[in-house]
């Protein structure tokens, strides 16, 4: 809802979204188009507090129109002088659809700045609460209707916008209040970051949702993964429209995605897939299966090769041998130096179960508040920080979020999330990654985040921004770092899946070298020309999050951590019976990669 309103240039008080929240939806699709037809006349930047709410909910639109057609909604809000010191400034950015392009516009009544963010900034809050009331007066003559309807913003509101400066000047005194200065190896250790953009998404967004575009889309994870197998077993896949002139034949090797799988009424396994031209049967008999020489979970929409018996029908062919693109086995690569790795993901800034005290607490610790030689030993030489999602707690992610929040503002959220990441020290290198409660478009892949947020890191020399999936190399070794929301999917399509195994969830994704394998779950995917979500190259270390729960595990060489979270159980996952390892972070030495896992667990170091 929050995303529709910024569309057409609407930001909404916490007022205002609370009522809109408890319309039905229809009334909310109809007001907003309402808005939207009437910003075709005035298109005035707007701030929807109630007055005007009930104005765009309670009156016709012809009413509305012939009342505020010429209404300056901005000159209301922010005094003249404000306005002509904006207008000095020679460039500002727009975010263009997750692009990280920029572009120059020095009109800013007709456009939202970094003065009027999605949220009700300290700005606009001084300058109602001090300003408006002279305002009013001011107003000619076309005002002085509305004049008494109008009112400040309310106590509640700058009650919200105190507590926000409150915490951000809390926040940006962790490094001073810690005495204990330690010796920092790892400041004398230069980062080595490499990000593989041809694998990132940002700026790269073509699909409109058409038939084509979907087309594209699986044609694409086809060929990657059909390539892969390939390569794999070095043979070219037989084309499935073809088959029927090698029938008779016993070794056979076909590639298809499936499109269909069901069990026939004497147990086997009856499988369809499909390439660019037509489908093929493909049967999997359950003593192989019993055995353990065919697989028994086959998912819908997966890439897969089989090599078997074609009878003399030749429309079916009897598998003897499945061939997945799998990881290939190698040794467990490492670094040089000796410098240390911490993994976060699912901070949920914003939330009312978001552990501030624990956090802080962590943060203190990567500025030297050690209590042994074992913490310093480990924090001089901590080199990374890899977060894989969830930032903030977002807002508008599920119904009735906005009573589980004590910022109900998206900007509020990241401004507090970015003092953070401010406090950690210059030396250790920040790497992001977004996740589905993030500010993005929901579907994957998620491109990084879009400038208005960036901007809140203007200055941090030491992060890079990822897009999600994001593939990066950190120094000499390849991280996939991906939030992980198909892991709600794989959990109920796979029985060897449990949440509280990440692993068991990360290897089915390494196993057929795709992060969403089923189209159409709960995990949405954009159909893009290129498929982003196949896993290209080979990981080292596979990092994910949005489960709630640390785990860690080795698969054919590639290190597997999945990252727990900085937020208490929730009513949902109470509901779910999902139990999250809360204030845990799990930290890898790079040069001994996999032999052992270290945790910071609220405070204390423990090894496993």
């Known amino acids: 809802m929050i995303e529709d309103f910024l569309n057409i240039e609407v930001l909404l008080t916490p007022e205002s979204f609370n009522k809109i929240n408890k319309l039905p939806k229809d009334k909310q699709i109809t007001l907003i188009e309402k808005i939207k037809e009437f910003k075709n006349l005035n298109n005035k930047f707007i701030l929807l507090d109630t007055y005007f709410l009930d104005v765009f909910l309670n009156n016709d639109l012809e009413e509305i129109i012939k009342t505020y057609k010429n209404f300056n909604f901005l000159d209301y809000y922010i005094p003249e002088d404000n306005l002509k010191n904006n207008q000095n400034k020679e460039e500002m950015e727009f975010d263009l659809d997750g692009d990280r392009s920029k572009v120059k516009n020095s009109e800013i009544k007709d456009k939202i700045t970094n003065k009027i963010?999605?949220?009700?900034?300290?700005?606009?809050?001084?300058?109602?609460?001090?300003?408006?009331?002279?305002?009013?007066?001011?107003?000619?003559?076309?005002?002085?209707?509305?004049?008494?309807?109008?009112?400040?913003?309310?106590?509640?509101?700058?009650?919200?916008?105190?507590?926000r400066k409150k915490r951000i000047s809390q926040i940006k005194s962790i490094r001073n209040s810690i005495n204990n200065k330690i010796n920092y190896i790892s400041k004398d250790i230069d980062s080595k970051i490499k990000v593989y953009d041809q694998w990132d998404i940002t700026g790269r967004s073509t699909c409109e949702g058409s038939i084509e575009d979907f087309i594209?889309?699986?044609?694409?994870?086809?060929?990657?993964?059909?390539?892969?197998?390939?390569?794999?077993?070095?043979?070219?896949?037989?084309?499935?429209?073809?088959?029927?002139?090698?029938?008779?034949?016993?070794?056979?090797?076909?590639?298809?995605?499936?499109?269909?799988?069901n069990t026939t009424t004497k147990g086997h396994k009856r499988v369809e897939i499909e390439d660019e031209n037509t489908t093929f049967t493909v049967i999997l008999m359950k003593d192989k299966?019993?055995?353990?020489?065919?697989?028994?979970?086959?998912?819908?929409?997966?890439?897969?090769?089989?090599?078997?018996?074609?009878?003399?029908?030749?429309?079916?062919?009897?598998?003897?041998?499945?061939?997945?693109?799998?990881?290939?086995?190698?040794?467990?690569?490492?670094?040089?130096?000796?410098?240390y790795a911490a993994f976060l993901s699912d901070i949920h800034v914003g939330s009312y179960e978001f552990l501030e005290d624990s956090f802080r607490k962590f943060i203190k610790f990567l500025n030297g508040d050690i209590k042994n030689g074992l913490e310093e030993k480990i924090v001089s030489r901590l080199k990374y920080i890899s977060i894989a999602g969830d930032l903030i707690d977002g807002v508008g992610i599920y119904p009735g979020q906005e009573y589980d929040l004590y910022d109900v503002d998206v900007m509020s959220q990241y401004s507090e999330i970015g003092a953070y990441i401010e406090q950690i020290p210059e030396h250790i290198h920040v790497i992001i990654s977004p996740g589905n409660h993030d500010a993005l478009r929901p579907a994957e892949p998620q491109p990084v985040f879009p400038s208005k947020i960036l901007k809140l890191f203007d200055g941090l020399d030491n992060v890079t921004f990822l897009s999600n999936p994001g593939y990066v190399n950190v120094h000499?070794?390849?991280?996939?770092?991906?939030?992980?929301?198909?892991?709600?999917?794989?959990?109920g399509q796979i029985s060897s899946a449990k949440y509280t195994d990440p692993p068991s969830i990360m290897k089915e994704l390494l196993k057929r070298r795709h992060l969403c394998p089923t189209y159409g779950g709960r995990c949405p995917i954009a159909p893009e020309d290129e498929d982003y979500l196949v896993i290209h190259n080979e990981p080292d270390i596979f990092h994910t999050g949005h489960i709630h729960i640390n785990g860690y595990g080795n698969y054919k060489g590639t290190i597997m951590v999945n990252s727990g979270t900085f937020q208490e159980q929730t009513e949902f996952q109470k509901k779910m019976g999902i139990h999250p390892t809360p204030a845990r972070v799990p930290i890898l030495d790079l040069s001994k990669t996999g032999e052992q896992y270290i945790e910071w667990n609220n405070g204390k170091l423990t090894v496993k």
């Open 117 to 163: 963010n999605i949220n009700i900034t300290s700005e606009i809050n001084n300058t109602i609460t001090n300003n408006i009331a002279n305002e009013i007066k001011n107003k000619n003559n076309e005002c002085i209707e509305v004049e008494n309807k109008y009112a400040p913003i309310d106590n509640e509101n700058i009650k919200l916008e105190n507590e």
């Open 289 to 339: 299966i019993a055995k353990g020489d065919l697989p028994n979970d086959i998912l819908l929409d997966e890439v897969i090769g089989f090599i078997g018996y074609v009878p003399d029908s030749g429309n079916i062919m009897f598998a003897n041998e499945c061939v997945r693109p799998d990881l290939t086995p190698k040794k467990i690569k490492s670094t040089e130096e000796k410098i």
């Open 216 to 261: 594209k889309y699986f044609r694409s994870r086809y060929n990657k993964i059909k390539s892969l197998i390939e390569k794999k077993i070095n043979r070219r896949a037989y084309p499935l429209n073809r088959i029927y002139k090698r029938k008779g034949e016993n070794d056979v090797f076909v590639v298809g995605i499936v499109s269909d799988v």
């Open 476 to 491: 000499g070794l390849d991280f996939l770092v991906y939030h992980g929301r198909s892991f709600d999917d794989i959990i």
